[in-house]
């Protein structure tokens, strides 16, 4: 499979325990800075659709503002334990000359 390197943010755009939104290629997405590591994830919570920078993050996990389901920001994994609900996508994150980049496989 195909992958290109996309650069997202500047390493420090974000604040340690911050989150912000951004754009990849046309998918709405959010950029978080989790202790120094970046991570990026869809911006709509996959329970209802709600937009997950109305939560907040909590070390790895982001809580969404609506029924507070929280979601491994590294994983997309629900990690809530009373609850089931399918994965956050996730970008998988890498660092390159002071830049944040995402890989994002090319369609086949
Ligand atoms: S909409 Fe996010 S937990 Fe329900």
Request: aromatic share 8%; proline share 4%.
């Given at each position: 499979?195909?992958?290109i390197?996309?650069?997202v ?6 604040a ?8 990849v290629?046309g998918?709405?997405?959010i950029?978080a800075?989790v202790?120094?590591?970046?991570r990026?994830?869809a911006?709509e919570?996959p329970?209802e659709w709600?937009d997950?920078?109305?939560?907040y993050l ?5 809580v969404?503002?609506q ?21 956050l996508?996730t970008l998988p994150?890498?660092?390159?000359d002071g ?10």
């Amino acid at each position: 499979m195909d992958l290109i390197v996309v650069s997202v943010a500047q390493v420090g755009d974000v604040a340690d325990g911050e989150m912000k939104p951004i754009d990849v290629s046309g998918r709405s997405m959010i950029l978080a800075n989790v202790a120094g590591t970046y991570r990026v994830f869809a911006r709509e919570c996959p329970h209802e659709w709600v937009d997950l920078t109305e939560g907040y993050l909590d070390g790895g996990t982001v809580v969404c503002a609506q029924h507070g389901y929280e979601f491994d920001v590294e994983t997309g994994e629900c990690v809530t334990s009373y609850v089931w609900c399918s994965a956050l996508a996730t970008l998988p994150t890498t660092l390159r000359d002071g830049e944040v980049c995402v890989e994002l496989k090319l369609p086949t």
